[in-house]
């Protein structure tokens, strides 16, 4: 009896064992370290910070995070993310990205490589006069229009960060802050008025008052009361357009 021959069972598992470490020893396993990015912000301004371009495949997955709580997220995502300053600090924040890209090698097989990466974030410090009035002129925008909507700021050379803005009457407009610009926005939905409050940052507020126009060449019906009404095909356009302009507002935000 040969007691240096290989049972079958046995050489077939230390075929399988071999395999195995062959295939992990051709998978990569990558960690790189990117070098950081430093940017100086202004408060209530923003900024987008980009995920490293994809060498080989595709951004798998992107992981932003931020400690310091002045520092807030408007947008975060596999492309990038948009970041912008709420309050004033002192010092440098940091705000850390890990990325895995993913690609496929010679082989067809699936490889990662991840990616860390660090945003340092100072706030500029400047000598910015706050607003001690505030006002808006009243607008007129058409259906489907978006119109911004500049304040009158007193003194002149006053900087506005705005804080909220709060519907109060109509339903006829929308009316909203652009986070990415700071600015008041508008557009119209159906003829009427609609009012809002907006405040500032340092407590000053106004009301901004949008006026829809009604357009022109639309033949109106009379009800029953004898109030003129729109023809009902034109109730059904307007109320497939509003959906429409609710789905841009939402993305805008």
Same mark, same amino acid.
């Given at each position: 009896?040969?007691?240096?021959?290989?049972?079958?069972?046995?050489?077939?598992?230390?075929?399988?064992?071999?395999?195995?470490?062959?295939?992990?020893?051709?998978?990569?396993?990558?960690?790189?370290?990117?070098?950081?990015?430093?940017?100086?912000?202004?408060?209530?301004?923003?900024?987008?910070?980009?995920?490293?371009?994809?060498?080989?495949?595709?951004?798998?997955?992107?992981?932003?995070?931020?400690?310091?709580?002045? &520092? %807030?997220? @408007?947008?975060?995502?596999?492309?990038?993310?948009?970041?912008? #300053?709420?309050?004033?600090?002192?010092?440098? =924040? +940091?705000?850390?990205?890990?990325?895995?890209?993913?690609?496929?090698?010679?082989?067809?097989?699936?490889?990662?490589?991840?990616?860390?990466?660090?945003?340092?974030?100072?706030?500029?410090?400047?000598?910015?006069?706050?607003?001690?009035?505030?006002?808006?002129?009243?607008?007129?925008?058409?259906?489907?229009?978006?119109?911004?909507?500049?304040?009158?700021?007193?003194?002149?050379?006053?900087?506005?960060?705005?804080?909220?803005?709060?519907?109060?009457?109509?339903?006829?407009?929308?009316?909203?802050?652009?986070?990415?610009?700071?600015? &008041? %926005?508008? @557009?119209?939905?159906?003829?009427?008025?609609?009012?809002?409050? #907006?405040?500032?940052?340092?407590?000053?507020? =106004? +009301?901004?008052?949008?006026?829809?126009?009604?357009?022109?060449?639309?033949?109106?019906?009379?009800?029953?009361?004898?109030?003129?009404?729109?023809?009902?095909?034109?109730?059904?356009?307007?109320?497939?357009?509003?959906?429409?302009?609710?789905?841009?507002?939402?993305?805008?935000?």
């Amino acid at each position: 009896m040969n007691m240096n021959k290989t049972p079958k069972r046995t050489k077939l598992r230390i075929f399988i064992l071999v395999s195995l470490m062959l295939m992990i020893s051709q998978m990569t396993f990558a960690y790189v370290t990117l070098p950081s990015t430093q940017y100086s912000i202004k408060i209530g301004e923003t900024k987008f910070l980009s995920v490293p371009s994809a060498t080989r495949g595709y951004i798998d997955k992107a992981i932003w995070t931020c400690s310091n709580p002045n &520092i %807030k997220f @408007i947008k975060k995502d596999n492309a990038g993310a948009q970041v912008k #300053i709420t309050s004033s600090f002192s010092g440098t =924040a +940091i705000i850390e990205l890990v990325c895995v890209e993913k690609y496929n090698d010679k082989n067809n097989r699936t490889q990662a490589i991840t990616y860390y990466k660090q945003f340092k974030i100072s706030c500029i410090s400047t000598n910015t006069v706050a607003p001690t009035s505030i006002s808006f002129p009243k607008i007129q925008v058409k259906i489907g229009e978006i119109k911004e909507i500049k304040p009158t700021v007193r003194p002149s050379n006053a900087t506005v960060i705005y804080k909220s803005c709060t519907l109060i009457s109509g339903n006829s407009a929308s009316i909203w802050i652009d986070s990415y610009s700071n600015v &008041i %926005k508008a @557009i119209g939905r159906r003829p009427g008025i609609t009012t809002s409050e #907006i405040v500032t940052t340092n407590g000053k507020k =106004a +009301i901004v008052t949008v006026t829809v126009a009604k357009p022109q060449s639309i033949t109106f019906i009379t009800d029953n009361k004898g109030n003129k009404i729109y023809d009902t095909n034109l109730t059904k356009a307007v109320s497939k357009m509003e959906n429409l302009i609710t789905k841009t507002i939402q993305n805008k935000k």
